[in-house]
């Protein structure tokens, strides 16, 4: 599967940003989707994640509550609404898929556990 993410740019504090990623293939309702993103300096880290039939999601402490992800099988995307945008949440945001379910919270944040990645898409929040 291929996967394409959009939706970066520059915001102010406080602003809101809605990233989008785009998958080919005909599978995309059995893949597990998540979104990570890596600061300049830093490690990549989770974001959020979205079971296949969009029943369960998870977020990092840090962006939960300002966060929302969404999935639409009929269309083969996923998205993430970012709202309370912060300077610390400048980085370069990647979605993740995988080929089969996942049930822990752990599991979800684990790179490692994903088989394709997009490009990446920057999100620059200014103070």
């Known amino acids: 599967v291929q996967l394409q993410a959009s939706g970066g740019g520059l915001v102010q504090a406080g602003g809101s940003l809605r990233l989008s990623c785009a998958a080919s293939?005909?599978?995309?309702?059995?893949?597990?989707m998540a979104w990570f993103r890596q600061a300049p300096g830093k490690e990549r880290e989770f974001v959020s994640g979205?079971?296949?039939?969009?029943?369960?999601?998870y977020y990092a402490d840090s962006v939960k509550g300002r966060f929302t992800i969404s999935r639409d099988n009929a269309k083969n995307t996923v998205s993430l609404q970012m709202n309370s945008l912060k300077p610390v949440d400048t980085a370069v945001y990647y979605c993740?898929?995988?080929?089969?379910?996942?049930?822990?919270?752990?599991?979800?944040?684990?790179?490692?556990?994903?088989?394709?990645w997009g490009q990446g898409t920057l999100v620059t929040v200014s103070s």
């Open positions: 993740a898929a995988r080929p089969w379910s996942m049930s822990s919270y752990s599991d979800y944040g684990r790179g490692a556990n994903y088989f394709y």
């Open positions: 979205i079971s296949v039939n969009g029943g369960s999601t």
């Open positions: 293939g005909r599978t995309f309702s059995s893949y597990t």
